[in-house]
């Protein structure tokens, strides 16, 4: 609390908070100190004021009476100065063979101040290991983008100027990166009284996005790359070899028809969970 608190008046805070490295952008009400409310900053064009379950449910984590306070070591709480400390003469020593045996652990991040301050850190350490990991990450979209352009990218869609969106196991409205934006972006093109896009979902579970979807097709995840190589067959303009059924080879011929007709304004969305060669095609 400070001379600009007022007992009983809210203050807001604009803030983000990163999951599996992607930022959302928050703004957060406190009262009297304490964080009360959690929901999308209404400025940013990421969000306009939207949040997802994630951001709702960080309020909890907030107030959490649990949550680690300073850094520990072995299960003791140590000030940061002790940490300092103790690292100094470790990194010294370990400056001297280019950092190996060095290792930094830390969560995906989009960040860029944290990205010059990796390679900061690998710029002075070079033998050094930094790993980023995730429970659940988008290495496979990562890894299939590698293979498709030659680096690693995360795509960035714009679903407000589509015409047909293909959804591959993609819950472009639960649990997907930027999912608010998307959602949208999505809406502003759903307008009866104006150019609607069309959306088609092949999924294997029923999600908020395929109950949304105007064409549904339910198709187990292990099928889905080969639905994908069959949809690169009919859009090259050959016959597919794949063995889908016959309610699945006419939803393709529908959904290839409609691409085509759509050239350039359509998009094709695979999920986080698919293998890289589903993103890479």
């Known amino acids: 609390r ?3 608190t007022i007992p009983g008046f809210p203050r807001h805070f604009a803030t983000s908070m990163e999951l599996g490295g992607v930022s959302r952008p928050l703004l957060v009400r406190s009262n009297d100190g304490r964080p009360t409310k959690v929901a999308g900053n209404p400025l940013h064009r990421e969000s306009l004021g939207s949040a997802d379950t994630f951001a709702h449910a960080s309020i909890l984590e907030l107030c959490d009476p649990e949550r680690a306070k300073t850094p520990t070591h072995q299960g003791d709480e140590k000030s940061w100065d002790e940490l300092f400390a103790a690292l100094k003469p470790k990194l010294a020593a370990a400056r001297a063979q280019g950092g190996k045996g060095v290792a930094v652990l830390s969560g995906s991040t989009s960040s860029s101040v944290v990205s010059d301050l990796r390679a900061e850190f690998v710029k002075a350490f070079p033998q050094a290991t930094w790993v980023d990991w995730e429970p659940a990450t988008l290495d496979a979209m990562f890894e299939g983008t590698r293979m498709a352009y030659g680096q690693p990218m995360r795509p960035h869609y714009d679903l407000a100027q589509a015409d047909v969106i293909l959804g591959l196991d993609a819950d472009l409205m639960g649990l997907f990166p930027e999912q608010q934006r998307l959602t949208r972006a999505w809406a502003s093109r759903r307008d009866p009284g104006g150019k609607m896009s069309r959306f088609y979902a ?3 579970m029923f999600t908020a ?3 949304a979807a105007d064409h549904r097709l339910a198709l187990p995840s292990s099928q889905i790359e080969s639905f994908a190589l069959a949809l690169e067959e009919r859009l ?3 016959a597919p070899k794949s063995s889908l059924s016959a309610q699945a080879d006419k939803f393709l011929k529908a959904l290839a028809d ?7 304004r359509a998009v094709v969305i695979a999920g986080p969970q698919q293998p890289a060669t589903v993103h890479a095609l």
Do not use: F, Q
């Open 2 to 4: 400070d001379e600009m």
């Open 202 to 204: 092949v999924e294997c």
């Open 209 to 211: 996005t395929g109950s």
């Open 236 to 238: 090259a303009g050959r």
């Open 258 to 264: 409609d691409i085509k007709s759509r050239e350039g």
